[in-house]
């Protein structure tokens, strides 16, 4: 569809017209009772529009095009699934229209006004990443912040599928599920699809079959990341981790992922994939099931706490294998805690509130976000410098859905303070 004919939708469908200049082709008079609900599937595009033509009402589908000849043009007149539509709505009348009984289907012309064209063509073909940036500070708050909520529920939704998505695919474990989000996760941007392709060949079952020693679950995790196949005979802990690998390779017929994967380019050494699997390995011994930890704790600074594992005492002094380093604490920063409560914990309880009609635990995962302060990445900064101030992490959760889902895309005629701007002259 181009963006012309969105936006003949759009004014549609908002009823962003002078309702006094709408009469069919022949003269009569046309008042909008409903437009109708939009259908963006085949079809007509709006279902069950409720329009008066003189003095009589009527109910049926409306179909809007560019031009009229588009209507015989998209074989409309041969289809009788548009043999229900009582009128046609375009922007150049210039031709009748029949349906496929030879019937004649009322036309009716409708004009895009000046402004909202101008501002339609400003926000769809902006060069700015956000079209509407330059205005945002003229937007109402309430209109913003209303929305911001509406976009945080948004966020949530969307990765409520992708949780599902992955239940379906380990016959409704939540166990694996929440395993493989962690895991994913604990990549923090960089290596997050590493750590994921990590998990996908990890079976958690195994880690918790060896949750009674560290030593077992870093070797079955550092073996099968492909961080175990060189040859460094003076780091015995190394030598033994990688024969211990072997073992448990064997044992579960594993075959494990090539170490390039995970990458140190542009990371600091504190978040050195090897210590982050490190303190990854770390959280899930000391854890058993900690999908169900998670449900139980319902104190957020308890639950806070119990992700905060110390690695084994080997990574106070490395960041890396064969390579002794100055002693320190490799425990996880508060950045990046509160991207593990934002990213796993939060969406894994939304979903399983929604998977078992729970709303105490739809409750939990936005109190947990409402309780992080807000992120600061390029995108929250780039909404900060035109005025929106999030208040926690919820706040810039909508952000984030905001730019990817509806600036990125260009969806400004679906997005509400898109629609504040078109709808003011």
Request: hydrophobic share 35%.
């Amino acid at each position: 569809m181009t963006h012309n004919e969105s936006l003949l939708h759009y004014v549609w469908k908002h009823k962003l017209y002078n309702p006094t200049s709408l009469s069919t082709s022949d003269g009569n008079s046309i008042e909008i009772i409903d437009p109708g609900i939009h259908n963006t599937d085949a079809g007509p595009d709006f279902f069950n529009a409720k329009i008066k033509i003189d003095d009589k009402v009527w109910a049926g589908n409306v179909e809007i095009h560019r031009d009229a000849n588009d209507w015989k043009k998209h074989k409309h007149h041969i289809d009788k699934a548009y043999n229900s539509v009582i009128l046609h709505v375009v922007e150049n009348a210039n031709k009748e229209t029949v349906n496929e009984k030879g019937e004649y289907v009322p036309q009716c012309q409708l004009i895009v006004s000046d402004h909202v064209r101008e501002n339609a063509t400003y926000l769809l073909h902006s060069d700015s990443r956000v079209a509407c940036r330059n205005h945002l500070p003229n937007i109402p708050p309430l209109i913003v912040n209303s929305f911001l909520s509406v976009l945080s529920l948004e966020r949530l939704e969307r990765k409520t599928d992708d949780i599902f998505a992955h239940l379906e695919r380990f016959n409704n474990s939540w166990d694996e599920a929440f395993y493989v989000m962690l895991t994913r996760n604990f990549g923090f941007g960089l290596n997050s699809d590493a750590f994921e392709r990590l998990a996908l060949s990890l079976s958690y079952k195994y880690i918790q079959k060896h949750s009674d020693s560290l030593y077992q679950v870093e070797a079955l995790i550092f073996g099968q990341a492909g961080l175990l196949e060189d040859n460094i005979s003076n780091d015995d802990y190394y030598v033994q981790l990688q024969q211990e690998y072997r073992f448990l390779k064997n044992k579960y017929l594993l075959k494990n992922l090539d170490g390039f994967l995970f990458k140190n380019m542009r990371v600091r050494p504190q978040s050195f994939p090897l210590v982050r699997l490190a303190q990854l390995a770390a959280l899930l011994q000391k854890s058993g099931r900690l999908f169900s930890v998670m449900l139980e704790k319902e104190d957020f600074q308890g639950l806070r706490l119990h992700f905060q594992a110390e690695p084994s005492e080997y990574w106070q002094t490395h960041y890396t294998f064969g390579k002794e380093s100055k002693k320190s604490v490799k425990l996880l920063g508060d950045t990046s805690l509160n991207m593990l409560l934002i990213n796993t914990i939060a969406p894994i309880l939304f979903a399983y509130g929604k998977k078992t009609a729970s709303e105490k635990y739809c409750d939990r995962a936005i109190h947990i976000l409402e309780s992080i302060k807000p992120e600061s990445n390029s995108i929250v900064n780039e909404f900060k410098y035109s005025g929106i101030n999030p208040k926690h992490a919820f706040d810039t959760q909508a952000i984030i859905q905001l730019r990817k889902e509806y600036c990125d895309k260009r969806k400004c005629l679906y997005c509400r303070i898109g629609h504040a701007l078109l709808s003011r002259k």
